[in-house]
């Protein structure tokens, strides 16, 4: 194993990376690991995380290995870029993920979660089970999809399904190897990775070129006909005047598509298991949406008056945080809290070993969505609950996700039961992402909260 030659850490952690995160992390402050040949530096002190990911921002960059290793699909998008260049991009696309603007895109989000429940309902009625983390992935790519390109993506819709999951395992397969050569080198990886990529690169840039001979036909300029790919396209940086160009859109379309589809899929696809764990958890959301809504599906209008839904999704974002683990690398040198760190090296943060820190989170194994209501002390310290990052470099689409997550996990509950179809444990996968070790299979129980 190309680890242990290598060692350090690297072969503790590739075994185990959870239970290992966990098990550092549980002393406390700031861990060394020694990651091949680069020294890292675990973090676990929420004022640590502060300052790195607020206080000392521009010590740190994003030009680590895990991320080098995405570049290949992301090119220098938001997610990857660093600087003055990220800060002009985010400055632009900002706006358009403002809580009250992502409200413009609730009707799309809607309609996805009704497709699901249709599709859900005929499996029902065939007695078939369905696989919800497949569904998952299908509903939230189409989401951000359809947020970023309306109308124009429907010829396309499943040409960029039918590649999406190659390249998602690819970009695993780079991120967990060592060696990452580039696309010309025929390895098996990259074999598969070409036709898939070339193929998602000459959708993208036909959108985008389809976009801009509308938008210079005068088409779809009234703001409630914007899509989000016309949104960025038409933003100007509020200090330069400046737009995007073709490439840049390019890069950010695509971030905009990785970052934005399997982090809330695998979240919704742990929210089905802990659900299956706790059924009085689903009475109790089920209770909630007839009193919100008389048992209709719920719309953007209703998410304040079901507290409970958002707590609940919270909560399955503290246990299963989608992104795991993510890491920075230090551009000069700095303090952390008495731990030297030198120009090169690296600093990690888990959100999953945070987030089950006994001294921040009372009873972290347990699922316990109250922890989450207003006014608690334990959800207070945002630099103890990263599931989003926090900082200016916080998720872009957090505010999608939870509006996106509640209102598919709503719309399916107002209509279903579900339980596992296998009751054997399912445990934590970590990729790119936090996967399930296998698949969320469901059975379901038509059970229509508004008689039909
Ligand atoms: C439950 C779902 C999601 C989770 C858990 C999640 C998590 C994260 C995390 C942890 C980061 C910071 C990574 C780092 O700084 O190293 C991030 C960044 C980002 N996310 Fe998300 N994300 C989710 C959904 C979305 C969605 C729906 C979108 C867009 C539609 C999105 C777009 C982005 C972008 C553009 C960035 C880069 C922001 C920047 O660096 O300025 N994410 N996300």
């Given amino acids: 194993m190309l680890s242990r030659l290598i060692g350090g850490d690297l072969a503790d952690l590739a075994q185990d990376p959870l239970g290992e995160f966990c098990r550092r992390s549980s002393r406390g402050g700031v861990v060394p690991l020694q990651i091949a040949f680069t020294r890292g530096h675990l973090v676990s ?6 300052h790195v990911l607020l206080d000392n921002l521009a010590n740190y960059d994003k030009h680590t290995p895990a991320f080098d290793a995405v570049r290949i699909v992301l090119g220098n998008g938001m997610l990857t870029s660093g600087g003055a260049f990220w800060k002009r991009q985010r400055r632009i696309a900002q706006p358009a993920f403002h809580g009250e603007k992502v409200r413009h895109f609730a009707p799309i989000l809607s309609r996805m979660a ?3 429940a249709a599709d859900w309902e ?53 991120v967990s190897s060592p060696i990452r050569p580039p696309l010309w080198v025929p390895t098996a990886t990259n074999r598969r990775l070409r036709p898939a990529l070339s193929s998602l690169n000459a959708t993208v840039e036909r959108l985008i070129a389809t976009k801009r001979r509308r938008l210079a036909a005068g088409e779809q300029t009234e703001p409630k006909h914007r899509d989000l790919l016309t949104i960025l396209m038409l933003a100007r940086d509020e200090e330069t005047g400046e737009t995007m160009s073709d490439a840049q859109l390019r890069d950010e379309v695509m971030t905009l598509l990785i970052a934005g589809h399997e982090t809330t899929a695998n979240a919704l696809a742990w929210l089905w298991v802990l659900l299956d764990r706790h059924p009085d958890e689903q009475e109790r959301l089920r209770a909630e949406l007839v009193a919100a809504t008389g048992g209709r599906p719920p719309t953007v209008d209703d998410l304040p008056q079901l507290p409970r839904l958002k707590a609940v999704i919270q909560e399955t974002l503290r246990l299963y945080p989608p ?33 089950r820190l006994p001294h921040l989170w009372s009873e972290p194994e347990t699922f316990r969505p109250e922890r989450f209501e207003a006014g608690r002390e334990e959800q207070k310290n945002k630099f103890a609950y990263l599931p989003f990052s926090a900082g200016p470099r916080i998720c872009l689409g957090a505010s999608f996700a939870m509006i996106e997550s509640q209102i598919i996990v709503g719309t399916l509950l107002s209509r279903f039961r579900v339980r596992l179809a296998d009751p054997r444990p399912i445990i934590a996968e970590p990729r790119v992402t936090l996967r399930t070790s296998r698949p969320v299979i469901l059975r379901l129980e038509r059970a229509p909260l508004l008689p039909t």
Avoid: Q
């Avoid at 002190?45 to 502060?50: E, I, K, Q, S």
């Avoid at 569904?135 to 970023?148: F, G, H, K, N």
């Fill in 45 to 50: 002190d929420p004022a640590v995380v502060r």
């Fill in 114 to 116: 009704a497709d699901c």
């Fill in 122 to 174: 005929a499996a029902t009625a065939a007695g078939a089970p369905v696989d919800a983390g497949t569904d998952m992935m299908r509903v939230t790519l189409r989401a951000v999809a359809e947020t970023l390109f309306g109308d124009d993506m429907a010829g396309d819709a499943n040409e960029i399904n039918r590649v999406f999951p190659t390249i998602l395992g690819c970009l695993a397969s780079r």
């Fill in 323 to 355: 992104v795991w683990m993510f890491d920075r690398l230090a551009l000069g040198p700095d303090d952390l809290a008495g731990t030297p760190v030198a120009k090169g090296e690296l600093v990690i943060f888990c959100p999953y070993a945070l987030h």
